[in-house]
């Protein structure tokens, strides 16, 4: 077994990264950030501004959760914007978003709240996707137990949920009264996170919210009907550069990886972007079932993401 199988301190076996040729797609003369003392230091300035932007960020939405009005729902997306901007993470959008700002009223007049649904490698997905769309992220409990991040995710009115079943009825409840109060909602259905190369299967029982079974109608209250949009997100630009396969783990967060080494380490690097391409919403009603619905989603993100990946998306599209 070699050092790289090893089990780590913790228990758990270490995740079998790629070795990176650092030569990659860089020239020789561009000097990566991955080891210099400017660099480690330019990370601690970033770490720490992210530190007091948020707290003073969650200072004024602890308020404003508290008051009516859309204030609650449009500093969640001016906060990761910010953030990105600390990180050095530009963010492209290709595409219209076919979801807003809308109240409880609005819905009941018909209005059809909307359900995103996207790729998922990396912490940075909430970044990118929160810096471009007013929405409120799904995601599972354990994330509401870290360290600050745990508190972003309430004061940014995150829908936490579990892989116990006995929980799924309260769950899709959560969701469907957020639909009914107006929210947009995003799900990642892969279940976890990749290493960028590729887009993982979606899980039918995600959709559930967006097309409820028989069993799902006996046991919650009907949600209002919706439009599922797809949305591919890839990681396509490092200092300036197309990102190949071997950069992408600067980005991916998966496996047993740990976050804050991850976390350090592409703190370092001076300037990144995101792509997020959306593409045009489904309707659930054209689809027989759930399983039909998911797998076009998926078809969609996963053709998406690969093209983006291929450079063969312009920008003319946004």
Request: glycine letters at 8%.
């Amino acid at each position: 077994m070699s050092h790289r199988d090893a089990p780590s301190p913790s228990g758990r076996r270490r995740h079998s990264r790629p070795i990176i040729d650092e030569s990659v797609n860089f020239p020789a003369v561009q000097a990566t950030t991955q080891s210099s003392a400017f660099s480690r230091l330019s990370c601690i300035g970033r770490l720490a501004a992210v530190l007091i932007w948020a707290f003073w960020a969650g200072c004024l939405q602890t308020i404003f959760i508290r008051i009516p009005g859309p204030a609650k729902i449009r500093l969640p997306r001016f906060f990761w914007r910010t953030i990105a901007r600390i990180l050095g993470l530009q963010l492209r959008v290709i595409g219209q978003s076919a979801g807003g700002i809308r109240t409880a009223k609005d819905v009941q007049r018909g209005e059809q709240p909307i359900v995103y649904v996207a790729n998922h490698c990396s912490w940075l997905d909430i970044i990118a996707v929160g810096g471009v769309l007013h929405t409120v992220f799904v995601a599972k409990g354990e994330v509401g137990t870290w360290p600050l991040i745990g508190t972003i995710s309430r004061l940014g009115r995150t829908i936490f949920v579990s892989r116990n079943r006995q929980n799924t009825g309260k769950e899709l409840h959560d969701m469907a009264d957020r639909l009914w109060d107006g929210d947009d909602i995003v799900l990642f259905p892969e279940g976890t996170s990749s290493d960028g190369s590729r887009v993982l299967p979606f899980l039918s029982s995600f959709f559930a919210v967006a097309k409820p079974g028989r069993l799902e109608q006996a046991g919650m209250p009907k949600p209002p009907p919706v439009l599922v949009q797809p949305v591919s997100i890839v990681y396509d630009r490092l200092e300036g550069l197309p990102v190949g396969r071997s950069r992408r783990s600067v980005f991916s967060w998966y496996g047993d990886m740990d976050l804050t080494p991850h976390i350090w380490s592409f703190g370092q690097w001076r300037s990144m972007r995101a792509t997020v391409l959306l593409h045009p919403p489904l309707n659930p009603e054209d689809f027989k079932s759930r399983k039909e619905l998911a797998n076009a989603t998926y078809k969609a993100v996963r053709d998406g993401a690969a093209q983006l990946r291929q450079g063969l998306v312009p920008d003319t599209q946004g």
